[in-house]
């Protein structure tokens, strides 16, 4: 019988898919970029939504609520996985209303107007069975996977508006929408081609400031690769600073690879432009107040090697893998969907995720 | 004029033009240098007339006074050109600081008969005081009130790596001294192409013949330590660099028809100029050889050879003494009233005199704990590091690019410092401006501490212009056994940059502490004019 294996099949997939998780977050293995998981993440939920049992939308939301809680509490750090869960059940959430046939826009936020005329929170159940729903939720599912592929190219191809020639840019470790932006700057284009030159800072004790600076170089961009500690000897000739990073936090700040608030604050001392590329799905409805759940740490033998000896056990050492930018620091940023001041992502967040979702 | 019986070189219009070189035949090269400068000055209205009031008496001027960077090198050859007036350090009270015309070459050699003269003719200069100070210095324009200085330096050598008539003029220097010179490694990044930038992998001695003629071999030795790094560290080197020459000094006897104070000072000229060729001298290492200079040369020429000697030891005894152990143990007295107990202290690379301050301070039994930071490639703060827990004090260790994780918990900041500068910027190991930066953001006292002879002449806005560039192939690393950056000399649009110093603006400091007291960063040229008047 078809039922049971697909179910085991599924099962199977997503425990593959936890475990890949739990092991990706330690630093050690090949980085996987956030948008491959991003994209594994909302596959494997299409396939929840295609193969496991729901009658009801709110089955479904049950369903994949847990199966959330599961995957975000494999690898904490890893946000996109939690922003995507959050992205599906929106879209369920949408499908739904527009089944039952009312607009979107009534079951949107929670006014202080509903508030008070309707006497109390309106409990939606999400029972009513609708047979289309299915086919319409993964119809959904598909479009956020084609947005999902075309992040990179819709970020890169905004970056001719902001750079121009003789630039001196400076970035930090290793993204890969930020590689992906400056070689699309750099790119022959009919005659013309645009002259800049990009400053890395190599980030250690990981160094991916090294890969990304032989990938641009062979890109046939101009590139110094300089130690983190001369990131602000550097900064008075540099014009503007671009960088990547892992999450976007509800308040516009960022949670970026550690020394990325050593730049930031650096560029705001030259009054250099902070510009941060992050494509819809790094947008978390986190907020940096959660100390204990904000830095992750990896394992200190990246700073001080077992070689050192003894001195080892009588020191602490740490290395953290985050760090928390402020939003007052960042002058922009770049997604998929244009430019934002970093004012605007709680209005960005409230259109991608339901309120009731923030808490998986 | 007094002649001090030494063979004058060419004859009268040497004496004329005051450009010759002491006991040394001419070259045909410096024959026509000399040409060339003679006409030069021909066109110069004033000079002529400086020329006729300085026959009749010439100034003391002081050793290396232009650069106190520490270039005595430099001084030679690179300011053909712009006809520009070294800096004029007041001397003691009864000498008249003085613009002088500036000698088109060897000026250190011209210096050292100048000083001879001088000594005979002190009474006549006196006379001629009051005309010389009226002369406006000929080429830059200075400010000239009868105190202050005409402070136009001559651009040292070290930072002129991208002048190619500066780096001929300095390969016949040094071929005239017999010390090889050092060739540039790998791709210089374009902002700084007017450094130098050498390579460590082979040692020195590998890489140039050094004749052992010329050089001592305490010196020789003293440079491989230099380049290698094995000796590194503003108060090392300056200490180092004491001690060869004393061990020079100890080995120098006077050749005939010589005199000790000029000759040992010509004997030392190519040492400085190996030293610098084997990594660029420090702010110390230059106040330090000014010092040694300004000794030798005022010793009297009735001095017995072995009083002499002994007499120069013992200053140079005096000098270590002075301005390092003792600084060190007053600033670190002051220091201790800045700890308290319960506090968590921040501290940079490997300073010897913020190390020092903490032993003091935990012997005194203040309780608290260290927090170093480290950063690559140099990693110096691992050295720091096992030093303090050797003495028991608790310590954190991360890496720079962790210090706004971990500034919430610091209190205090102590920085270390290669040099200060006039205009009051802390001139100290890369990534010090970075930490003071962070430090200001969250509200933490930086506190710098330097020694009083590090405080140098010099001015510096920004990193770029005169800086060191250590070797670019420290930066690579093998992690996990992928090399990135192996082949970067194949990649034609790839540079590796690794920046040894950089300044950090009087904003970013709360205080200083030097051995004269705890004052704040803008008061540095008040403590050199203090210190000079003092000399």
């Not at chain 2, 350090?89 to 009864?94: D, F, I, L, N």
């Not at chain 2, 007017?194 to 440079?223: C, D, E, F, M, N």
């Not at chain 2, 009051?424 to 930086?446: C, D, E």
């Not at chain 2, 212009?465 to 192996?486: M, Y």
Request: aromatic residues 6%.
């Amino acid at each position: 019988m078809p039922g049971p294996d697909k179910e085991t099949e599924l099962t199977e997939r997503i425990e593959a898919f936890l475990s890949d998780l739990k092991r990706g977050g330690s630093g050690t293995g090949p980085l996987r970029g956030s948008a491959e998981t991003a994209r594994e993440t909302t596959a494997l939920l299409r396939r929840i939504t295609a193969q496991a049992r729901w009658s009801s939308a709110g089955d479904l939301m049950e369903i994949i609520r847990k199966e959330g809680r599961r995957m975000t509490a494999a690898q904490p750090s890893e946000t996109t996985v939690g922003n995507m869960i959050r992205r599906v059940l929106k879209i369920i959430r949408e499908e739904y209303a527009r089944s039952r046939g009312s607009s979107e826009e009534t079951d949107q936020q929670e006014s202080l107007h509903k508030l008070l005329t309707s006497g109390g929170l309106s409990e939606e159940n999400f029972r009513q069975h609708f047979a289309a729903l299915k086919a319409n939720v993964i119809e959904a599912i598909n479009e956020l996977l084609t947005e999902l592929e075309g992040t990179t190219d819709n970020i890169a191809m905004q970056a001719l508006e902001h750079i121009h020639s003789n630039e001196v840019i400076m970035t930090i470790g290793r993204s890969r929408t930020v590689e992906a932006f400056l070689e699309d700057a750099a790119r022959k284009r009919g005659d013309m081609k645009r002259k800049f030159h990009v400053i890395v800072a190599e980030c250690a004790p990981f160094c991916q400031g090294h890969e990304m600076a032989t990938s641009l170089s062979k890109a046939g961009i101009e590139t110094t690769v300089i130690a983190d500690a001369a990131i602000f000897a550097v900064m008075s000739r540099v014009n503007k600073v671009i960088i990547g990073t892992q999450t976007v936090l509800a308040n516009g700040g960022l949670r970026a690879v550690n020394g990325t608030h050593t730049l930031a604050l650096a560029a705001k001392h030259h009054s250099t432009p902070l510009i941060v590329c992050a494509p819809m799905f790094k947008l978390s409805p986190q907020f940096p107040n959660e100390e204990d759940t904000f830095h992750k740490f990896v394992s200190p033998h990246e700073v001080l090697p077992f070689t050192e000896g003894e001195i080892l056990s009588k020191v602490n050492v740490h290395c953290p893998v985050f760090d928390y930018v402020p939003p007052e620091l960042i002058t922009l940023y770049i997604s998929n969907i244009g430019g934002h001041a970093p004012s605007y992502i709680y209005r960005l967040m409230s259109e991608l995720y339901h309120p009731e979702d923030h808490e998986l | 004029m007094a002649d001090s019986g030494d063979t004058e070189g060419a004859g009268k219009n040497d004496e004329i033009e005051r450009a010759k070189t002491e006991g040394k035949e001419l070259t045909k090269e410096e024959k026509q240098r000399l040409r060339k400068e003679k006409k030069q000055q021909k066109k110069n209205k004033e000079k002529k007339e400086e020329k006729a009031s300085q026959e009749g008496g010439k100034e003391k001027k002081h050793v290396s006074s232009e650069s106190p960077a520490s270039q005595p090198t430099t001084q030679t050859q690179t300011q053909k050109a712009p006809s520009a007036v070294p800096a004029q350090v007041p001397v003691p009270a009864s000498e008249t600081p003085a613009p002088a015309e500036k000698p088109a070459k060897s000026k250190a050699e011209l210096k050292a008969e100048r000083r001879a003269r001088q000594e005979a003719e002190r009474s006549s200069k006196q006379g001629k005081k009051g005309e010389a100070s009226q002369q406006a210095a000929t080429g830059k324009p200075k400010a000239p009130p009868s105190e202050l200085q005409p402070v136009v330096k001559r651009l040292p050598e070290h930072v002129q790596a991208d002048n190619p008539e500066v780096l001929k003029k300095l390969a016949k220097k040094l071929e005239r001294q017999q010390i090889p010179l050092r060739s540039d490694y790998g791709y210089k990044v374009s902002l700084f192409s007017h450094l130098h930038q050498y390579s460590r992998k082979a040692p020195l001695t590998q890489q140039l013949g050094i004749p052992s003629t010329v050089i001592h071999p305490a010196i020789v030795r003293l440079g491989l330590q230099y380049s290698q790094g094995i000796v590194a560290g503003s108060n090392a080197r300056s200490v180092a660099l004491l001690h060869a020459f004393k061990q020079v000094i100890r080995d120098y006897s006077t050749p005939p028809n010589e005199e000790l104070s000029r000759d040992l000072v010509n004997k030392l000229k190519p040492y400085i100029s190996f030293l610098n060729q084997c990594r660029p001298l420090s702010a110390s290492m230059g106040n330090a050889i000014k010092y040694i200079k300004k000794e030798i040369s005022n010793i009297s020429s009735q001095c017995k050879e072995e009083d002499a000697k002994s007499k120069l030891l013992n200053c140079i005894d005096c000098y270590i003494n002075e301005k390092i152990t003792l600084a060190a143990k007053a600033i670190a007295k002051y220091s201790i009233e800045k700890i308290s107990d319960g506090d968590v202290i921040l501290v940079y690379g490997c300073s010897s005199l913020v190390n020092h301050i903490l032993y003091e301070a935990f012997e005194k039994d203040r309780k608290f704990r260290v927090i170093v930071v480290d950063s690559r490639p140099r990693l110096e703060g691992r050295e720091a590091l096992r030093r303090l827990v050797q003495r028991g004090i608790s310590c954190t260790y991360v890496l720079i690019s962790a210090v706004s994780y971990i500034l919430p918990e610091v209190s205090k900041v102590f920085l270390g410092a290669h040099a200060l500068l006039a205009n009051g910027y802390v001139m100290s190991r890369v990534g010090t401006s970075q930490i003071a930066l962070v430090a200001k953001a969250f509200n933490v006292p930086v506190l710098v501490c330097c020694e009083t002879y590090k405080f140098c002449d010099r001015v510096q806005t920004d990193s770029f212009v005169s800086n060191e560039l250590d070797d670019p192939d420290d930066l690579i690393v093998t992690r996990n056994g992928k090399t990135q950056l192996e082949h970067w000399q194949q990649v034609p649009s790839l540079g590796l940059l690794n920046l040894v110093y950089d300044v950090t603006p009087p904003d970013f400091v709360d205080l200083v502490i030097t051995d004269l007291g705890m004052i704040p960063c803008t008061s540095v040229p008040v403590v050199l004019r203090v210190k000079n008047v003092d000399q």
